[in-house]
C-alpha cells in the first residue's frame, strides 16, 4: 500500500534529525550549561620533540585535569605535534589553513605576525582586558610581544633574555674585577682586549656572527647591539624597516672590531662560521675555560646542570654574569632582547570563549610556575617570581629584572628574510669589507624584500 505523503514527510523529518544528531554533536554543540548535547572540545595543538621528559605535555595533562573538573562544559584534547621546530611550524601552518584547525595552537612569538597576517590567528583584545590577572601579572614587554597591528594575538609561556656571561676565573688572571658590569661598548673591548694580551690560549670574547648560525647571530649577536643605539630595525610610528643607520653602521665596526684578523678577539672562522657555534660554546669553550666572555642567552647554565648536554658542577662559582650595555651608557643604560612561545586561538576555531578559558585556567600561577621551573624559561607573570622553587633557580632573580626593559624582534613577515641580511653583513665585515659598504649591501637587500617605499634611512 502506498504511502501518505504526510506519512513519508514526517518520516524524512524524522531521518534528517536522526543524521544531524552526530553531525551537532561531533561539532561540540551547545555547552552543557546552556542546555545542549554535551561539553565542548578544545584541542591544543603543541610542539614535542626529542627524547622526554616532556614538559609541555606533563603542563597540559595537569591543566586539563584541573579545566575538566571545574568546567563541566569543557572537554579539553591534547595534541603533541611530533616535529622538529622546522618541520612544527610546517605541519601547523597547513593545521592552521585546513578546516579543522585546532582551537588552541603554540606559536613562536617571533612568527606571530607572520601567522596573523595569513589569518590564522584570532585577536584576544575582548578576553585579555577582562582578565584582570593578565593585565596586573603579565610583565607589559611581554603583553607587547605578541601585539601585532595593535590587537594581542597570544598569551607568553615563558620567555628568555640575553646577558653577558663571563668566566671569573680568566678575569682574574687578566686583572680584571670578577664582579664585573661594563657600562658601554668600550668597556667590553677592554676587557676583551686585556684578556688578549694577559692570558694567552684564552678566546677573549663571543659574539655570535655570520650567516651558518643564522637567527643567533642576528639575536644574541647584532640586534643586541643595533638596540644599544640610538637606532632601531623598524620603525613603528611610521611603519616601515630602517635599512640604513648610524646606529646599524656602528654594530657592523663592533663586530669587526671583534674579528679583525690583525687583533682577533673573536673565535677563529672555523668555529664562529659554524653551524654548530653554539654548541661549540656552551659545551666546550666556557666548560674548559677557552673563553672569556660570551654574549648569550639565560638558557645557558641548563647546559651545564646535572641532566644538562655537558654537565659542569663548577659553573655556579666560575660564570658571573653582567648586563649588555648600550653603546655609550646612554639611557636606558641596558639592553637585552626576548623570544618565547605563547598561545594563540585559531581563527577557524568554533568555540573561542571555551578556548580563552582553557587558556586562562592553563596559565594560572601555579601551572605555569612549575612549567617554567621545570624548563627553565623566564616567567612571563611577576607573580611567578615568588614561588620558591623559581626563585631558587641559578641566576633567574638577575634574568628577570631584565624582562623590565626588555625589546623583541619585529614580528612582521619580512623579518625573516631581512634577518639573513643582518647576517650576511656581519659576515662581510668579518672577511674585511667595510661597514659602510655592508649597510649599503643591506640597505640595498631591505628594499628589495620590504620594498623602498616601506624602507627609511637614518643619519
Request: a neutral charge.
Amino acid at each position: 500500500m502506498k504511502k501518505s505523503t504526510r506519512s513519508v514527510r514526517l518520516f524524512s523529518l524524522v531521518a534528517l534529525l536522526f543524521c544531524l544528531v552526530p553531525l551537532l554533536q561531533a561539532c561540540g554543540g551547545a555547552s552543557s550549561s546552556s542546555g545542549g548535547n554535551g561539553p565542548v572540545t578544545i584541542t591544543v595543538a603543541y610542539q614535542q620533540f626529542g627524547p622526554p621528559p616532556y614538559y609541555e605535555q606533563q603542563w597540559w595533562q595537569s591543566a586539563k585535569a584541573k579545566i575538566e573538573a571545574a568546567h563541566p562544559n569543557i572537554k579539553v584534547k591534547l595534541m603533541p605535534i611530533i616535529a622538529d621546530e622546522g618541520s612544527y611550524y610546517t605541519k601547523l601552518d597547513l593545521m592552521l589553513r585546513s578546516n579543522n584547525a585546532p582551537d588552541i595552537v603554540r606559536e613562536d612569538s617571533f612568527l606571530v605576525g607572520s601567522d596573523v597576517t595569513a589569518g590564522y590567528l584570532s585577536p584576544l583584545d575582548s578576553y585579555l582586558n577582562k582578565w584582570p590577572d593578565y593585565k596586573a601579572q603579565w610583565f607589559p614587554s611581554m603583553q607587547k610581544i605578541t601585539t601585532f597591528n595593535g590587537s594581542n594575538y597570544g598569551v607568553m609561556d615563558g620567555t628568555d633574555v640575553r646577558a653577558i656571561w663571563y668566566n671569573k676565573d680568566i678575569f682574574k688572571k687578566a686583572g680584571l674585577p670578577t664582579t664585573w658590569q661594563p657600562n658601554s661598548w668600550a668597556d667590553i673591548l677592554a676587557a676583551a682586549n686585556a684578556i688578549k694580551k694577559k692570558v694567552p690560549g684564552v678566546i677573549p670574547m663571543n659574539l655570535y656572527s655570520g650567516v651558518p648560525m643564522d637567527e643567533a647571530s642576528t639575536m644574541q649577536g647584532f640586534e643586541m647591539l643595533l638596540y644599544g643605539t640610538k637606532d632601531t630595525l623598524y620603525n613603528y610610528q611610521t611603519g616601515k624597516w630602517v635599512s640604513s643607520s648610524t646606529g646599524f653602521k656602528d654594530a657592523l665596526n663592533f663586530v669587526k672590531q671583534v674579528y679583525d684578523p690583525s687583533n682577533l678577539l673573536g673565535p677563529t672562522n672555523d668555529i664562529t662560521l659554524s653551524t654548530t657555534a653554539g654548541n661549540t660554546v656552551s659545551q666546550q669553550l666556557i666548560p674548559q675555560g677557552k673563553l672569556a666572555i660570551d654574549i648569550d642567552g639565560s638558557w645557558l647554565g641548563g647546559t651545564w646542570e646535572t641532566g644538562g648536554a655537558t654537565p659542569w658542577p663548577q659553573w655556579k662559582d666560575t660564570m658571573g654574569l653582567a648586563k649588555m650595555p648600550t653603546e655609550y651608557g646612554q639611557d636606558p643604560k641596558y639592553v637585552t632582547l626576548s623570544g618565547g612561545w605563547a598561545y594563540s586561538i585559531a581563527s577557524r576555531s568554533a568555540h573561542k570563549d571555551q578556548a580563552f578559558t582553557v587558556i586562562q585556567e592553563a596559565f594560572a600561577k601555579d601551572l605555569l610556575g612549575k612549567y617554567d621551573v621545570q624548563t627553565n624559561g623566564i616567567a612571563p607573570r611577576k607573580d611567578i617570581v615568588s614561588l620558591s622553587d623559581y626563585s631558587a633557580l641559578p641566576n633567574f632573580p638577575f634574568f628577570t629584572q631584565l624582562v623590565d626593559f626588555t625589546q623583541f624582534r619585529p614580528g612582521f613577515p619580512a623579518y625573516p628574510k631581512i634577518s639573513v641580511q643582518i647576517d650576511s653583513a656581519m659576515q662581510q665585515v668579518m672577511n674585511g669589507k667595510s661597514a659602510d659598504d655592508a649597510m649599503s649591501a643591506f640597505s640595498q637587500s631591505v628594499d628589495t624584500i620590504a620594498g623602498s617605499d616601506k624602507t627609511e634611512k637614518h643619519p
